[in-house]
T-cell receptor
């Protein structure tokens, strides 16, 4: 079955440091989505990448989709305490999304 | 719009008890799904539905039943609760039946089985 692996599982950073999480799929993905889940909350959609090599930015967040459409990354520049939470990637199957295991980000003030 | 509404928010059950987790959405989304979230394992798909009257199994369907009699509602039933079903359960919906649409999640149900 389709598998989406995500690393690292946890990341602690000082406020102002950068953060990156990586997502790898065992199969080629038609698209990839990223979600953020605040502590105690529910996942919230951030963005979708569709094209090979695509790069999208949302303020301090940069999302990339690999050339082979089997990997993706989320980079946060100069983290802030509001960035805390778990970041999930999710790859599309025929009908469903397959979520990665998530990266829990802690930002130390 | 309320979005996706899940009830209850918290529940404690004894082993062997049954219960139904409720999920309703007011966005006229055709696709609805149930996930469970466990530490270190991300979100795993339990069951999903691409429209009223249609349901199918996800990755971890054993011990759960679903039905979809209306577009709005997608309840999840635990037939005989087991401690392994202690988890946080999320219902999600999206527009149309294609996986490239963003999913909208409910606030979750935190379920403990003793």
């Amino acid at each position: 079955g389709q598998q989406v692996m995500q690393i690292p599982q946890y990341q602690h950073v000082q406020e102002g440091e950068d953060f990156t999480t990586y997502c790898n799929s065992s199969t080629t993905l038609s698209n990839i989505q990223w979600y953020k889940q605040r502590p105690g909350g529910h996942p919230v959609f951030l963005i979708q990448l569709v094209k090979s090599g695509e790069v999208k930015k949302q303020k301090r967040l940069t999302f990339q989709f690999g050339e082979a459409k089997k990997n993706s990354s989320l980079h946060i520049t100069a983290t802030q305490t509001t960035d805390v939470g778990t970041y999930f990637c999710a790859g599309s199957g025929a009908n469903n999304l397959f979520f990665g295991t998530g990266t829990r980000l802690t930002v130390i003030p | 719009n309320a979005g996706v509404t899940q009830t209850p928010k918290f529940q404690v059950l004894k082993t062997g008890q049954s219960m139904t987790l409720q999920c309703a959405q007011d966005m006229n989304h055709e696709y609805m799904s149930w996930y469970r979230q466990d530490p270190g394992m991300g979100l795993r798909l339990i069951h999903y539905s691409v429209g009223a009257g249609i349901t199918d199994q996800g990755e971890v369907p054993n011990g759960y039943n679903v039905s979809r009699s209306t577009t709005e509602d997608f309840p999840l039933r635990l037939l005989s609760a087991a401690p392994s079903q202690t988890s946080v359960y999320f219902c999600a919906s999206r527009l149309q039946g294609q996986a490239d649409q963003p999913q909208h999640f409910g606030d979750g149900t935190r379920l403990s089985i003793l």
